[in-house]
């Protein structure tokens, strides 16, 4: 069973920023696309940002383009995604997922971790 465990959510002020990580204990995640999601109170899940290495693509959703980075480090098998400059709007829970390699924003995904709280405001 592959899992997936996301950390690094929090409470930040408009204007600040966060950094998620999203774990796979004995799960390697380097053939697999890997996303990060978000769902707001009331609102339908939304794809944040994606990439394969394995076939080098890298997808953002245009709210946050220039503000958010997906990277990975292969040593602790690992997905960041940095955020920066946070808005209110970016409130959500914050969930990673892991894919066929040729996933996008629209997917698919199989695995899917249980979310991360991002809560923006001052």
């Known amino acids: 069973q592959v899992q997936l465990v996301e950390s690094g959510g929090g409470l930040v002020q408009p204007g600040g920023s966060l950094r998620l990580s999203c774990a796979a204990p004995g799960f390697a995640l380097d053939y697999y696309a890997i996303g990060w999601f978000r769902q707001a109170p009331g609102k339908e899940r939304e794809g944040v940002s994606c990439f394969s290495s394995s076939i080098g693509t890298t997808y953002y959703a245009d709210s946050v383009k220039g503000r958010f980075t997906i990277s990975r480090d292969n040593a602790k098998n690992t997905v960041y995604l940095q955020m920066n400059s946070l808005k209110p709007e970016d409130t959500a829970v914050y969930y990673c997922?892991?894919?066929?390699?040729?996933?996008?924003?629209?997917?698919?995904?199989?695995?899917w971790g249980q979310g991360t709280q991002v809560t923006v405001s001052s």
């Open positions: 997922a892991a894919g066929h390699p040729l996933a996008t924003l629209e997917g698919p995904y199989d695995y």
